[in-house]
């Protein structure tokens, strides 16, 4: 596996919200606290009933070379109501940024925000992760690495390829075995990612690889309930 892989940039959150703080209260604060940041508290309020948990946004108009950008914060994992996370940054424009862009504002409002907690009452951590991946990133268990590089190896390890053998399935699935069995913490939307950019794979081969190990998850979640 190669070293590094570019990949957006994910940042999350930690907050202590006490007494009877919301997520509103706190991007409100920092918004005038931090020069060049803005609460919009209409959008904010609104992206928060559409998505139906705590939710907002915050604006930057400063950031040098790139225009104003919105960065959504969001409690996307209800059981952990302390925890957000940021699912998407937007161009004010409307128009598609790229990952550099993307990546750029992502980390300028990961550094303001961290830096107007520590200065602040309000307890809280911003963790980063990227944008630089190395493979430990996306596949953290060493025994769950092993087993999917040993199927990259096989001689004919493209799903598309005239040679394709059955023990080179068996490898695949051994590596989902151990995906289940291990409980990594594993995204197969950024393993088909990885074997796109990094492996030079075909999108349509990574994609095969993404829904086999989908769904052998999803079969063995079934089989541990029957």
Not at 71 to 96: L, Q, T, W, Y
Not at 130 to 154: A, Q
Not at 184 to 202: F, N, P, R
């Amino acid at each position: 596996m190669v070293k590094v892989m570019r990949t957006h940039v994910e940042i999350r959150i930690r907050l202590n919200l006490n007494n009877g703080k919301t997520l509103h209260d706190i991007l409100r604060q920092f918004a005038r606290k931090t020069k060049g940041w803005k609460w919009p508290s209409k959008s904010s309020k609104e992206y928060e009933l559409a998505i139906g948990c705590s939710a907002g946004y915050v604006i930057s108009d400063s950031i040098e070379g790139f225009d104003p950008a919105c960065v959504a914060i969001a409690n996307v994992k209800r059981e952990h109501p302390k925890s957000f996370d940021v699912p998407n940054i937007i161009a004010v424009s409307g128009s598609n940024l790229t990952m550099e862009q993307y990546n750029a504002i992502g980390l300028a409002f990961a550094e303001s925000f961290r830096r107007f907690l520590r200065q602040s009452d309000c307890d809280g951590i911003v963790e980063i992760c990227g944008p630089e991946k190395h493979p430990s990133d996306i596949i953290k268990g060493s025994k769950c690495r092993r087993l999917f590089e040993r199927y990259l190896h096989c001689p004919s390890w493209s799903p598309s390829s005239m040679r394709i053998h059955p023990s080179d399935i068996e490898k695949l699935d051994a590596f989902i075995c151990a995906l289940f069995r291990y409980g990594a913490d594993v995204s197969a939307d950024e393993i088909a990612t990885y074997l796109i950019v990094d492996q030079k794979w075909k999108p349509a081969d990574a994609d095969w690889i993404r829904r086999r190990i989908q769904t052998g998850l999803e079969i063995f979640r079934v089989d541990r309930k029957f």
